[in-house]
């Protein structure tokens, strides 16, 4: 079992970057501890550490920014990648169990809304990763550890590196461990994005969502929209290859937003 492990709050708020006149030991005690911290999260002793050091690094604090590498090598998004496909493969083995009268138009609503970034990023926050990631300096002043993209990515790097040091038990395990309120929460399917965001706005007296069209990019064959939607003073954008597409992701953060 993982989560709420009291060696997290150890480290809550602790300086994980070491400045500038801090020696090479102060710099491996504190990464030691991020580790420890680390795995006491996922409920996971790692084999390779390096496996969940690279997790835990921010791209603004990869070796490759100073060993003049590809830029983002070193850093934690190889392992989102991984991730982002093992958390997909978890969440629907956990659905098809959860749900076993459910049609896959139902089951894919419920696993976009367990996967969307709020969702990731409450969790993240839940759990006490922000602590335990390693950022450059000047982004942690920045607070980029309180970023939900920066929260959502990490969470499934993190998982990512428990696929690839322990396999899917471990992974599956801190999974059913943090989605579970979450997976609970939601007795009925989640309808599409934007007529459930509409409904909990006229529900409470809102104005309608407003969707705006922030960019259009890429060529005629390829292009990239980017959409935000507003509800009562609260905003979140979309990303895709259509703005229908790009609305109801925008949606769906927004509504992770608002619900979490």
């Known amino acids: 079992m993982a ?12 300086q994980l970057i070491a400045p500038p006149q801090s020696t090479a030991v102060d710099i491996a005690m504190e990464a030691g501890v ?32 100073r060993a003049g ?32 009268n459910e049609q896959e138009g139902a089951l894919g609503l419920r696993l976009a809304l367990l996967v969307s970034q709020p969702i990731l990023a409450a969790i993240a926050e839940r759990v006490g ?40 038990v471990p992974a599956r395990n801190f999974v059913r461990t943090a989605w579970e309120p979450a997976m609970t929460s939601e007795i009925a399917p989640p309808k599409d994005a934007k007529t459930a965001l509409q409904e909990w706005a006229q529900g409470r007296g809102h104005p309608l969502p407003e969707y705006l069209t922030v960019s259009r990019a890429g060529p005629p064959h390829a292009p990239v929209f980017v959409i935000s939607v507003t509800v009562n003073g609260r905003t979140a954008t979309g990303t895709a290859g259509n703005k229908r597409a790009a609305e109801t992701l925008a949606a769906t953060h927004l509504l992770g937003l608002l619900t979490t």
């Open 129 to 168: 990763l922000p602590a335990v990631l390693t950022v450059a300096p000047g982004e942690s002043r920045a607070g980029v550890r309180r970023r939900a993209t920066v929260l959502a990515d990490a969470v499934e790097a993190m998982i990512g590196a428990m696929y690839l040091d322990g396999g899917l």
């Open 69 to 100: 590498r590809a830029k983002g090598m070193g850093s934690n998004e190889r392992l989102e990648f991984v991730g982002d496909r093992v958390l997909g493969l978890l969440i629907a083995e956990w659905l098809a169990e959860r749900f076993p």
């Open 3 to 14: 989560v709420r492990n009291p060696l997290v709050a150890a480290v809550q708020g602790h």
């Open 34 to 65: 991020a580790i420890e911290a680390a795995e006491a999260i996922l409920g996971h002793r790692f084999t390779r550490p390096d496996l969940l050091r690279e997790a835990l690094t921010h791209r603004s604090a990869a070796p490759s920014l």
